[in-house]
């Protein structure tokens, strides 16, 4: 089962800060938030992960609770093509096999 | 440089039949994944390869589904005989390495009438 706990649904104004929550307040000290996105009718995309300290790539933000229990997920001037479902997924890379475990995610809808 | 290649896109097949879907990983990544997505849920792992040995099957439905990876590059996934629960996307993934960054093809929609 998916260690993390994500809203269903948010709506974004385009042009403006998206910003997704997550909760994953049983994560272990090993363990990583990593992000990706499903558009429709296409595979997931890795967006960006973290272990404690916030990270910035050229398509999001994310950032860690210094407890580690919860993270945000920014995308800074979302686009009608960030609409997406948006998957938070706790994972131990350095332990062995540790597949994705995915939940149902968050389904942004970035409107005109 | 090219993503990962998945075939066919959709297929439509009635309950009892055979069906098989092809994918081809991006080159040089050792490892591959088979995910199964239900309409309105996540991707749930069903094998994972590690060039041609099988790491993780536990979630396989191994009375009705197969999958193989010959010569440690291609791989197949077979459903026989096919389940009206059966329809769903079949998503293929590869990694570098184990722990990698995932890279997904399109996914193969499957209905089973």
């Known amino acids: 089962d998916a260690k993390t706990t994500q809203p269903t649904s948010m709506d974004c104004a385009e042009g403006r800060a998206a910003n997704l929550p997550c909760n994953h307040s049983?994560?272990?000290?090993?363990?990583?938030v990593y992000w990706y996105r499903q558009i429709h009718s296409q595979g997931p995309q890795y967006i960006i992960h973290?272990?404690?300290n916030n990270e910035t790539n050229e398509m999001a933000s994310l950032i860690i609770t210094e407890d580690r229990k919860s993270s945000t997920l920014i995308l800074p001037h979302a686009t009608l093509r960030d609409t997406a479902v948006y998957y938070c997924?706790?994972?131990?890379?350095?332990?062995?096999?540790?597949?994705?475990?995915f939940g149902k995610g968050t389904r942004l809808s970035v409107i005109a | 440089e090219a993503g990962v290649a998945q075939s066919p896109r959709y297929k439509i097949i009635e309950k009892r039949q055979s069906v098989a879907f092809w994918c081809n990983p991006i080159?040089?990544?050792?490892?591959l994944y088979w995910y199964q997505q239900i309409l309105g849920q996540g991707p749930k792992l069903l094998i994972q390869?590690?060039?041609?040995?099988?790491?993780?099957d536990s979630q396989l439905p191994k009375d009705r589904f197969s999958a193989e990876r010959l010569k440690g590059v291609d791989s197949t996934l077979k459903i026989q005989p096919a389940k009206l629960e059966d329809s769903a996307v079949y998503l293929c993934?590869?990694?570098?390495?184990?722990?990698?960054?995932?890279?997904f093809g399109p996914g193969t929609r499957l209905t089973v009438l």
């Open positions: 390869f590690q060039n041609n040995g099988v790491v993780d």
């Open positions: 993934a590869s990694s570098f390495y184990s722990s990698g960054e995932q890279f």
């Open positions: 049983t994560i272990s000290g090993n363990e990583y």
């Open positions: 080159s040089g990544h050792a490892t």
């Open positions: 973290g272990l404690k």
């Open positions: 997924i706790v994972r131990a890379p350095n332990s062995g096999n540790t597949p994705l475990v």
